[in-house]
């Protein structure tokens, strides 16, 4: 009693006026500097009792409070577990009568402590002896907070229907009331960068029309609005739609919500978005100025250029462009691209917005099928390690066009309908058989979809997600085959931090968009560094050893960066709805989309449109204008950064044949007469030969195809053949890639005819080899 007589004599009333003063939240780049102050006191203002509409305080005390008028302010169940709550330790409660509210709502700190909540016991039952109900519901309603940056009635009633608050008729005042209930759940615009599943505008209407018409009712019931005037209310009062602030223009808006949003789901210490509102807070994002422009800039460059909407109207509307890059030593977002202007395109398309990734999606199923391998297709589809093969880049896939696509056991795929698949290549493009290596280079679809099926695209997605991606509903169907090229629309932050997994030898680290958030000089927020370890790092050592090979010499060459190691790949879906390229050097990865689709949300019918003529080109591919915004701004980002160069990947997995490519059949080979006469001595050339042409001098290392072709033919029969062994037997083509001394890669018998002697982890051929 003593001490409650004493805290009660020592607490203040709340003073709405200095409640008003909040401060503005300050967004600082990476090193520092500001980037913009946003919220505060802008949008408050404060006004008398009788300013307020009578309906406004009639639908608060009926939706809130029915006994306000004549309650001490303090809910006894309410004090009952809270105290016990104090006793015990447990979580403290918020308050739940209008009285409690106010003076939550009033105070500055919005600390979650004990101290707090002690105090706030005693505010209340000092409020309540001191001041007029009058004072103190027209109190809460000044300081209540009802989104979209809105604190108070005044600044409510402007925000959503464009008048003063005296103005606004009982219908309005009730949506407004529900608004109480958390804005982000009941505005009809939505809050999808605090909850993208439970609060769009689709459930967030439906919710706000629920308890509109619950409070109408309940006041009905209160008697504190007539049936008669209440049945002129049967249509919804539909609030204006957001205005975009000018302040956010640019980028800056897209980079303020992506901070905002990730500081909101992150944090620990029970910061909402009401009291994020209240300003006062300083966040300290990851994004670099100079980077963020270089990558507008080099969009930009390319709309200025190449898209020309009034020339081109059937072609060139709706282009859309989204980028995101990442750290990959650390997971920070440095970079995003969200649209034209924050204040005219209000969909962030560096987040998750529908567009397929198409071919981008490879690298994912060859990582897969190196960390898992290949299924036995004599056993059932559920096998371990034991019964699986391991696959290498350089294992043979039947790359032709439109190949008809069969599970890991050999039987041929149908969906439920029982028809099968075939798979189409880019162009219509018959390659034969070969290695996922040349196939991933060309992009040819046919054995990256057939990989899929033999290693189970359940294994892929798992893999996708191991690499960064999430099953947030941007993971397409994993069931059907299609799966492994690309049908999932994950967005550019997230396939960026995806390949930046691969950048960094398999270390996974979740991209991040805020370092630390301070408040009235203490820290509420700091990000801590973490990662997992992915898969292993001769996995991704290979997956990038692939992607560079994809960039050197085949379909990503735009995106070159003479002096880098720089590896990519390319993605384009079908109908030419989007194309993509996604790249990464050591040091940073990045991640470019282009796609069409109309910005007005009324149009239901919307949908992504085809790109076939779009900036003058007959078909758009990841390896142009994607291709080439990625050049622009990585040459431009990673000016006087360090080069450096990837690790050199070790041998992994065993080749494997699929898609119906045929291992190759032993190649006979002459018996000589070891002891030649003397005549036949003479006839030898009195000097060597000159030695073979090296085809690594033109091919890389690890490019069997490329060898292939300049030193033999398939079946060994003349010349070389890298499948084999050398003229003694048992060579090793990883650490000699030329036959030596005119030698034949299938010449030699040695250890090759049975597989032990292609290279170093041994050669599945599934049947005999030369």
Known sequence: MGIGTIAYAM?????????????????????????????????????????????????????????????????????????????????????????????????????????????????????????????????????????RGASGIQAAARTYYGKDAVDLNPSECAFLASLLKGASYYDPAGAPEVDPKQATAELNTERAKKRWKWILDEEVKDGRLSK??????????????????????????????LARKYFLTNNTQGVTAEMLARGGYQIHTTF????????????????????????RPKTDTHVQFGGGSVDPKTGAIVAIYGGEDATKHFTNNANPTGAQVG?????????????????????????????????????????????????????????????????????????????????????????YVQLGMDVGTDKVKKVAMAA???????????????????????????????????????????????????SRGKTVYQHENESRQAFDASIADNVTDVLKHVVEKGTGTPARLPGRDVAGKTGTTDDNKSAWFVGYTPQLSTAISMYRLDDDEKNKDRKFEKMYGTGGEKTIHGASFPAQIWHDYMAGALEGKPVLTFPQPEPIGDTVYGGGAQSPTPTPTETTDPSPTASE???QPETTPPASPDPTETCGRWDWDCQHNNGGTSDGATGGDANGGNATGGGD????????????????????????????????FGGPAG
Request: proline share 6%; hydrophobic share 30%.
């Open 468 to 518: 960064g991606l999430k099953d947030d509903g941007s993971l397409a169907n994993a069931t059907v085959p299609s799966f492994s090229i690309g049908t999932s629309s994950p967005s550019a932050i997230r396939m960026a931090g995806a390949y930046a997994t691969f950048a960094a030898s398999g270390q996974q680290r979740e991209p991040f968009s805020v370092l630390k958030v301070e």
């Open 733 to 764: 083509p990883s650490t000699t890639p030329n036959p030596p001394n005119g030698g034949s890669w299938n010449g030699g018998n040695g250890n090759g005819g049975n597989g032990n002697g292609a290279n170093s982890t041994g050669t599945v």
């Open 11 to 147: 607490v203040g009333k709340p003073n709405v006026n200095e409640a008003a003063e909040a401060q503005n939240n300050v967004y600082l780049w990476d090193d520092g500097s500001q980037m913009i102050a946003t919220g505060g006191a802008a949008n408050r203002q404060i006004i008398d009792y009788a300013q307020i509409p009578e309906a406004m305080r009639n639908a608060v005390i009926s939706a809130e409070n029915k006994s306000f008028d004549t309650d001490s302010g303090i809910d006894p169940m309410g004090i009952a577990r809270a105290l016990f709550n104090m006793a015990t330790g447990g979580e403290t409660q918020g308050g739940s009568t209008i009285t409690q509210q106010y003076v939550k709502n009033s105070r500055l700190s919005q600390e979650q402590t004990l101290s707090r909540k002690f105090q706030e016991l005693f505010i209340t039952l000092k409020v309540n002896n001191s001041m007029k109900k009058s004072e103190i519901i027209a109190g809460y309603l000044n300081v209540a907070y009802y989104g």
């Open 359 to 447: 071919s981008t999606f490879k690298p994912f199923v060859l990582a897969a099928a190196m960390e898992y391998g290949k299924r036995n297709p004599a056993l059932g589809p559920e096998q371990g390690p034991a019964e699986r093969t391991k696959v290498s880049p350089l294992s043979i896939y039947n790359g032709d066009n439109l190949l008809q696509i069969k599970n890991y056991n050999g039987q041929i795929w149908t969906d439920e309908k029982g028809e099968g698949w075939r798979q189409a290549n880019d162009g219509g493009e018959s390659a034969g058989d070969i290695t996922l290596r040349e196939a991933m280079r060309r992009s040819a679809n046919s054995p």
């Open 228 to 257: 008669t005037e209440r049945d002129k209310y049967t249509e919804f009062p539909m609030p204006k739609k957001p205005k975009p602030n000018g302040q956010l223009g640019g980028q800056i808006g897209y980079m303020v919500e």
């Open 681 to 683: 001595t003479e006839k």
């Open 288 to 311: 670099n100025k100079d980077r963020v422009n270089k990558l507008e800039k080099a969009i930009q460059k390319v709309y200025k250029e190449k898209i020309d909407p009034k020339a």
